[in-house]
């Protein structure tokens, strides 16, 4: 979404081809012993939320599926309801195949209508961290922010991954162990400088 522009919800919608979605469904069986959250279901669902919420989480995607505005849009039941729980289940389950084969085939057909130039005429960066924790006795390297220490020693470790993503695809990236790296005024200038080092 681009900064003083509201996003046409029904029209990307309309760039998204249902016989493909159904097609790559068939494929990659994404929908083998699903009752309501099909393949095609989730990645509708995913994709309203990503346009109409600022932090998407398993509740807010209750709470999307549950409205009549999102079920109009798909043109599903009125009685078809779904929960928190079951929509952990399914993210945690589903075939991400299913996601990876849409993406490159919606990508390939976007990249028909529009130059290089034109995907890129608009183009935010954007670029954020996630920690990821692990056990001691599995990293070698990592940070300890605000762990509680045993016997002297840190129980938990953590690694930072931070990207950056154009709107299209992560186009930088890098893997972060050390302290000060803690600091977001660390890590994030440093892959917005690797960023620089691969657009010239």
């Known amino acids: 979404m681009f900064t003083g522009q509201k996003v046409n919800i029904q029209k990307v919608l309309e760039l998204i081809p249902e016989d493909l979605l159904a097609s ?53 039941d009125a009685d078809m309801t779904v929960s928190r729980s079951s929509i ?15 993406y490159e085939a919606i990508y390939s057909e ?23 924790a692990e056990t001691c006795n599995k990293l070698k390297e990592g940070l300890s922010p605000g762990n509680k220490k045993k016997n002297g020693k840190e129980s938990v470790k953590q690694v930072k991954f931070t990207a950056a993503f154009d709107g ?25 400088c690797i960023k620089r080092r691969f657009s010239y």
Request: hydrophobic share 40%; net charge negative.
């Open 110 to 132: 976007f990249s028909q209508f529009f130059s290089k130039e034109e995907q890129l005429k608009h183009r935010i960066i954007r670029v954020d961290s996630s920690m990821i």
């Open 168 to 192: 299209l695809t992560a186009c930088a990236f890098d893997v972060f162990t050390q302290a000060r790296y803690t600091s977001e005024d660390w890590a994030i200038p440093e892959v917005v």
């Open 24 to 76: 790559l469904a068939e494929d990659t069986k994404v929908d083998y012993c699903s009752k309501v959250l099909y393949g095609q279901r989730v990645f509708n669902l995913l994709l309203y939320g990503l346009l109409t919420t600022d932090r998407t989480s398993q509740r807010t995607l209750e709470d999307l599926f549950s409205s009549q505005l999102f079920r109009s849009l798909f043109s599903y």
């Open 88 to 102: 952990s289940t399914r993210l945690s389950t589903i075939d991400t195949e299913f996601f990876k084969l849409a």
